[in-house]
């Protein structure tokens, strides 16, 4: 069953240094997405993408954040400069077409900001 | 923006007994429902979702019930297992159109005792 992968499943980083966090949605899927959960926390919407674009983000994807589509595989989520409070796992989630409702999401990737 | 209350956060029954999982919402607008089940370490897995023109909706041990006009939905499991031991997540479409932006829940710890 085709799934949608994450990589690094970790990352250690110092405050102040820039991350970029990979995924492979699924490999007919058309729209993307990035959540985090901060440790204990509930799961929050970070930022949606479709045709190469943004369609909607959150107050929380300030402009530290960026995303990007760099080839026909990859989605990747940038944090320019790291906070302690970006410490969170960030999950990637795909679906199908703008028609399509259920999202498949990532094993995540858990940032540790020091 | 939409709010999701999900009660109760943690949930232990014996095995083979009924769990029931309750969530409110605020924005009238939202027409999709769904729950997720994440197991440690992994990311969301869906596991039901219902529409808001449907009552009700069944998978095996799983069911999803929805009051539109109280604006509340719930996910019952039957005759519960120990590997349906994990958090629970209810989640609400909350952007309208083809964003489906999902506002989650805080989350329900199950625990099924053998």
């Known amino acids: 069953e085709p799934e949608v992968t994450q990589t690094p499943s970790h990352q250690v980083t110092q405050m102040g240094q820039e991350v970029i966090l990979r995924c492979v949605p699924i490999s007919n899927h058309l729209y993307f997405y990035w959540y985090r959960q901060i440790l204990g926390q509930k799961v929050e919407f970070l930022v949606s993408?479709?045709?190469?674009?943004?369609?909607?983000k959150s107050e929380i994807f300030d402009d530290q954040f960026s995303v990007e589509r760099p080839d026909g595989s990859n989605f990747t989520l940038k944090i320019r400069s790291t906070k302690l409070e970006d410490s969170a796992m960030y999950f990637c989630?795909?679906?199908?077409?703008?028609?399509?409702?259920?999202?498949?999401f990532g094993p995540g990737t858990r940032l540790l900001v020091l | 923006g939409e709010n999701v209350e999900q009660h109760p956060s943690t949930l232990s029954v014996q095995e083979g007994d009924s769990a029931v999982i309750k969530c409110t919402y605020s924005?009238?607008?939202?027409?999709?429902f769904p729950w997720y089940k994440q197991e440690l370490g992994k990311g969301p897995q869906l596991i039901i979702d219902i529409r808001s023109n449907v009552g009700e909706k069944k998978d095996q041990r799983i069911a999803v019930t929805l009051n539109k006009t109280a604006k509340h939905f719930s996910l019952h499991i039957t005759e519960t297992q120990p590997e349906d031991s994990a958090v629970y997540f209810c989640?609400?479409?909350?952007?309208?159109?083809?964003?489906?932006?999902?506002?989650f829940g805080k989350g329900t710890l199950l625990t099924v005792n053998p």
């Open positions: 993408f479709y045709n190469n674009e943004i369609s909607e």
């Open positions: 989630a795909s679906k199908m077409d703008p028609s399509s409702e259920t999202q498949y």
């Open positions: 924005d009238s607008a939202s027409n999709y």
């Open positions: 989640a609400v479409d909350s952007s309208g159109g083809s964003n489906y932006k999902l506002t």
